[in-house]
């Protein structure tokens, strides 16, 4: 038995998996997220432990016999997080999270000091990264930063909790802008930039590697008499990809999560730097990939939901059963700011071409069209890069609603596969990753693909429809920018 946790932003999912790989037992444990100010985004460690204490309180009753089996365990976890330690491994302040966008000054700080940055770290340097939230910890908290001893992501900071050890693996620290990506090993250039050495940096393996056994006190309180393995684990949608087995060179898929990826698989360091395409170690050893990332994906129609005061099923349910027409409105999902291909941590969304006739189902409609055409400039992104896609499959909550994929595909003009178990996530690809670390199997023995339940093909009169309206959805960002740049100037008057 293998268990894989999944530390998410809104919540902590554990899941119970046999031999079989069969899910045998599951629970969620919900999160909250404090936003001291505008822009900010951090959590309190300790809660992702409670969480995942809860969690295993509950497999554990769900099924005893199975728990007590339980040989490996893995993680996935949100990218980017800054947890922050002190000489006796205490947590010096609030976690500051991948979507906190408070480092923006920091980012070109970064470049100025590490002119190599780009091609040693393989990305732009983007607040939501690691590295930035450092430098302005030390700017302005520096007595913090003063007692700084070591710096974990969110998931190495759990496997700390379980193991006593503080290791990372190679997918969640591309995530930093501290590791040389393509070498897969800390840069001590990168590190310096930052005034930190490799000594406040977790141990690196791979993400099948077993790193770590949870401590024997906790081994006995959880009644296992001997300590699972701790499998070097993978950042959120490395271990996605490994739970749908997106493994091989050219394996592509979009996740339609809080943020939005469009991932693909590749066999070597593929950069895209020009359109903010993040080029990071994937979990298996010897591959890579490339993601084009939007910030706010089903977190838009989230939000939607939060205004309307409805439920997001509700406001689909509003939509006709066959959208024949874009939505005479458009929406820029930049709520927090975009990654791909922008980088801009301080534009912001909205809607326009409104009316007196436009209905609450066409803004609903026009949401889910203003995340596609964001994936679009993913997807172009990536083509710019090297990446040709032709197809993909589609996973995450977002894809259980047929509205959404089937503007998607017209949208980017490609095939999407709906999968059997597209909401296993990253917890399947964790117990994945464990299973592997215990007993020594090769990716391609245990990360078969799910059953594709269904493949939506481009609406031909859709996909004209959005092709012509590309380029007025794109010239939007930079008026909508110009605006916030000039609040912004007015503010500071």
């Given amino acids: 038995m293998y268990i894989g946790i999944d530390l998410g932003t809104s919540g902590v999912k554990a899941v119970l998996v046999d031999k079989t790989q069969t899910v045998v037992t599951a629970r969620t444990e919900g999160l909250t997220v404090s936003r001291p100010h505008p822009g900010w985004s951090e959590q309190n460690p300790e809660d992702w432990w409670q969480a995942v204490l809860r969690c295993f309180a509950a497999l554990r009753t ?3 016999d199975a728990f007590a089996k339980v040989r ?4 996935s976890g ?9 000489e006796d491994g205490q947590v010096l302040r609030p976690c500051i999270l991948w979507n906190d966008q408070r480092a923006g000054a920091e980012c070109a700080e970064i470049e100025r000091r590490f002119p190599r940055s780009r091609e040693v770290c393989a990305n732009i340097a983007m607040p939501g990264f690691t590295a930035p939230k450092l430098l302005w910890v030390a700017r302005h908290e520096p007595e913090i930063f003063a007692a700084t001893r070591h710096v974990l992501l969110p998931k190495a900071w759990v496997r700390y909790r379980l193991t006593g050890d503080m290791i990372e693996d190679m997918s969640d620290a591309s995530g930093t ?16 930039a930052c005034d930190l050495t490799e000594a406040t940096m977790p141990t690196l393996c791979e993400g099948t590697d077993p790193a770590g056994h949870v401590t024997p006190a906790l081994a006995s309180e959880w009644g296992w008499k001997t300590p699972p393995v701790l499998a070097g684990s993978a950042g959120d949608n490395a271990a996605g990809a490994v739970g749908i087995g997106a493994i091989i060179p050219g394996s592509a898929f979009l996740s339609l999560g809080t943020s939005g990826v469009l991932w693909v698989t590749t066999d070597r360091l593929r950069t ?7 080029a ?6 010897a591959t890579w990939h490339q993601m084009g990332v939007t910030l706010s994906a089903a977190a838009s129609l989230a939000w939607w939901a939060r205004v309307t005061g409805m439920e997001e099923t509700a406001l689909l349910a509003e939509l006709p059963e066959r959208i024949e027409h874009p939505s005479e409105a458009i929406f820029l999902p930049y709520l927090s700011g975009e990654r791909t291909p922008y980088n801009d941590p301080e534009i912001r969304g909205g809607f326009l071409g409104l009316s007196q006739d436009t209905t609450r189902a066409a803004l609903t409609q026009a949401v889910l069209e203003g995340v596609a055409f964001s994936f679009r400039d993913a997807l172009d992104g990536l083509r710019e890069s090297g990446s040709a896609l032709t197809e993909a499959d589609v996973i995450g909550g977002g894809s259980r609603s047929p509205h959404w994929v089937r503007i998607l595909s017209s949208v980017l003009d490609l095939p999407l596969h709906r999968l059997k178990h597209g909401e296993r996530g990253g917890s399947f690809g964790a117990a994945r990753l464990a299973r592997m670390a215990v007993t020594g199997e090769a990716p391609a023995t245990v990360c078969g693909a799910p059953e ?28 909508v920018r110009g605006l916030v740049a000039k609040e912004t100037a007015d503010a500071e008057a």
């Avoid at 490996?72 to 993680?75: A, F, K, N, R, Y």
């Avoid at 895209?272 to 993040?278: E, K, L, P, V």
């Fill in 62 to 64: 769900a099924e005893p």
């Fill in 452 to 479: 594709r339940i269904e493949t939506v093909l481009p609406d031909p009169v859709l996909r004209d429809a959005y092709a012509a309206i590309l380029p007025r959805y794109r010239a939007l960002y930079p008026a």
């Fill in 280 to 285: 990071f170690c994937h979990a298996i050893p």
């Fill in 177 to 192: 802008l501290w590791l040389d990506v393509g070498a897969r090993r800390w840069s001590d250039e990168a590190l310096a």
């Fill in 72 to 75: 490996g365990i893995g993680l």
């Fill in 78 to 86: 949100q990218q980017h997080g800054a947890v922050l330690l002190d």
């Fill in 272 to 278: 895209g730097t020009r359109s903010a395409i993040h």
